[in-house]
T-cell receptor
Framework: DSGVTQTPKHLITATGQRVTLRCSPR?????VYWYQQSLDQGLQFLIH???????AKGNILERFSAQQFPDLHSELNLSSLELGDSALYFC????????????FGPGTRLLVL | GENVEQHPSTLSVQEGDSAVIKCTYS??????FPWYKQELGKRPQLIID?????GEKKDQRIAVTLNKTAKHFSLHITETQPEDSAVYFC????????????FGKGTMLLVSP
């Protein structure tokens, strides 16, 4: 157990819908990262938050957004869902924003029908 | 941006053999190179990492080597065991001093008894 928690574990929804994925970092970690893992694309970095502020953006679609709250938990919002958004979504956390270990949560498996 | 190439995509070995997975990266400013192991349906877990000021690091049966001049790093697993079977990902930091990671596409390692 890495200490990073994610809810829900599984999510099934329909195209066009909107969902919210939640992540709680390890105690003491200020950074949260979101990744998308699909079979053909591997682990793709989406976005990084540090202490409530956006730090870096990767290949995140405009339909996707995220935020980090004062208690440091983070939410990833996915809207206007398409079949291709079906994937495993991981969050990871680290102590700061420097080059250091990222600890991954168990992931949320999203299936868009 | 950073690009990380990983080879091979699949690797089959007999129990007790050694396994080597290689990665190359494009950003010469990258300074941190972690390796993650992901078992089916589970989270990626850090198994070893190396920083640019070190050429080699070892932890029991696992070792990582780094050649900054050639911009490649490798994972070496000796005396492989069936429980080593998993997907292994290499990664490199995108921007010097920051923790945003670019991952390779992964290597599926199968260790046969």
């Amino acid at each position: 157990d890495s200490g990073v928690t994610q809810t829900p574990k599984h999510l099934i929804t329909a195209t066009g819908q909107r969902v919210t994925l939640r992540c709680s970092p390890r105690s003491g970690d200020l950074s949260v990262y979101w990744y998308q893992q699909s079979l053909d694309q591997g682990l793709q970095f989406l976005i990084h938050y540090y202490n409530g502020e956006e730090r870096a953006k990767g290949n995140i679609l405009e339909r996707f957004s995220a935020q980090q709250f004062p208690d440091l938990h983070s939410e990833l919002n996915l809207s206007s869902l398409e079949l291709g958004d079906s994937a495993l979504y991981f969050c990871a956390s680290s102590v700061s924003y420097r080059e250091e270990t990222q600890y991954f949560g168990p992931g949320t498996r999203l299936l868009v029908l | 941006g950073e690009n990380v190439e990983q080879h091979p995509s699949t690797l089959s070995v007999q129990e007790g053999d050694s396994a080597v997975i290689k990665c190359t990266y494009s950003d010469s400013a990258s300074n941190y190179f972690p390796w993650y192991k992901q078992e089916l349906g589970k989270r990626p877990q850090l198994i070893i990492d190396i920083r640019s000021n070190v050429g080699e690091k070892k932890d029991q049966r696992i070792a990582v080597t780094l050649n900054k001049t050639a911009k490649h790093f490798s994972l070496h697993i000796t005396e492989t065991q069936p429980e080593d079977s998993a997907v292994y990902f290499c990664a490199a930091t995108m921007n010097s001093g920051y923790s945003t990671l670019t991952f390779g596409k992964g290597t599926m390692l199968l260790v046969s008894p």
